[in-house]
């Protein structure tokens, strides 16, 4: 009881506000969230940036919340929730294991979808990314949350999430490897951001 009231250490970490808008090659544009989704997620800071291939102007999509407190009523809010909103449906849901080696990142699982809505079809790549571990599963977290509160007095975390079209162009293929290689440019860049 006496470990789980301590007021934990700032973290260093800078703020998203100064991720890049330009990775390598892939040129970004910035945007904010609606007010009213912002209000529901309650992250402490979050990214959102579309980056566009510098082979053929097509767009990905780097989102994170960033979160410095996951105990008091502020918490990642879950993706596979909120995937089938606005039109959207599901039609592909699983984990896949990614090589990010060359990132620094090794190899781990995240969750892969694909949602359509009408003639449109997206690439969905996301993961909770829990001070220096990557998880999939919502239960894990929690219970990572909990240890790491106790062992190094830390409960921040973050979800990280990349979203390309599937085009005609090239496919499902295609945009496998738009995600993954925004990823390997990206990826070096984060701990700056949600700490290890």
């Known amino acids: 009881l006496g470990l789980s009231n301590r007021t934990p250490e700032p973290l260093a970490r800078n703020t998203f506000l100064r991720f890049p808008e330009q990775i390598g090659d892939w040129p970004g544009v910035r945007g904010t969230l609606d007010p009213a ?3 529901v997620l309650k992250a402490d800071d979050y990214l ?3 980056y566009y291939s510098p082979e053929d102007a097509i767009p990905v999509q780097l989102f994170a ?3 410095s407190d996951q105990t008091r009523g502020s918490a990642i809010h879950m993706p596979d929730i909120c995937l089938p909103a606005n039109g959207w449906e599901v039609t592909e849901f699983g984990t896949r294991e990614l090589d990010m080696t060359e990132a620094g990142f090794g190899r781990f699982d995240a969750i892969r979808a694909v949602v359509t ?4 079809h997206q690439l969905v790549y996301y993961w909770f990314e829990q001070r220096g571990t990557r998880m999939v599963n919502d239960f ?3 219970l990572g949350v909990l240890a790491d509160g106790l062992r190094r007095g ?8 990349f979203v390309t ?3 005609d162009r ?4 295609a945009a496998e490897e738009r995600v993954r290689a925004l990823m390997r440019q990206s990826l070096p860049l984060l701990p700056d951001y949600i700490p290890h």
């Not at 809505?117 to 449109?120: N, Q, V």
């Open 154 to 161: 830390r409960d921040d975390g973050a979800l990280v999430r």
């Open 117 to 120: 809505k009408g003639t449109d």
């Open 140 to 142: 894990a977290v929690k």
């Open 37 to 39: 989704v912002a209000a």
């Open 65 to 67: 919340t960033f979160y």
């Open 165 to 167: 079209p599937i085009g």
């Open 48 to 50: 959102n940036t579309t």
């Open 170 to 173: 090239g496919g499902i293929p």
